[in-house]
Nanobody
Framework: QVQLVESGGGLVQPGGSLKLSCAASGSIFSIYTMGWYRQTPGNERELVAG???????NYADSVKGRFTISRDDVKNTVYLQMNSLKPEDTAEYYC??????????????WGQGTQVTVSS
């Protein structure tokens, strides 16, 4: 089993910044992709940013130039630096990590979610 623990959400004013973290623990052999998704009530979960094992990144158009995803493979942690936050960034943010366990079994795990609220 792989557990993901998220942190860093909260209330911030428009134009402010937050940094989310998501740490994975368990019998992890390797991590392939890491990503951040967000969801608002009544809407589907959408990809915000993703990063591959090689460091390639992709972003939703709505966050390009404002958000930066990064990873620390020693700590099995993925980060999301969010700058110039807008009220429309308000959502529950979830991390997702995919990889392999020690027994060569694939895993696809989700964090518990962290609320980000952008409001004055």
């Amino acid at each position: 089993q792989v557990q993901l623990v998220e942190s860093g959400g909260g209330l911030v004013q428009p134009g402010g910044s937050l940094k989310l973290s998501c740490a994975a623990s368990g019998s992890i052999f390797s991590i392939y992709t890491m990503g951040w998704y967000r969801q608002t009530p009544g809407n589907e979960r959408e990809l915000v940013a993703g990063i591959t094992s090689g460091g390639s990144t992709n972003y939703a158009d709505s966050v390009k130039g404002r958000f930066t995803i990064s990873r620390d493979d020693v700590k099995n942690t993925v980060y999301l630096q969010m700058n110039s936050l807008k009220p429309e960034d308000t959502a529950e943010y979830y991390c997702n990590i995919r990889g392999a366990l020690m027994a060569s079994r694939f895993f696809d795990s989700w964090g518990q979610g962290t609320q980000v609220t952008v409001s004055s």
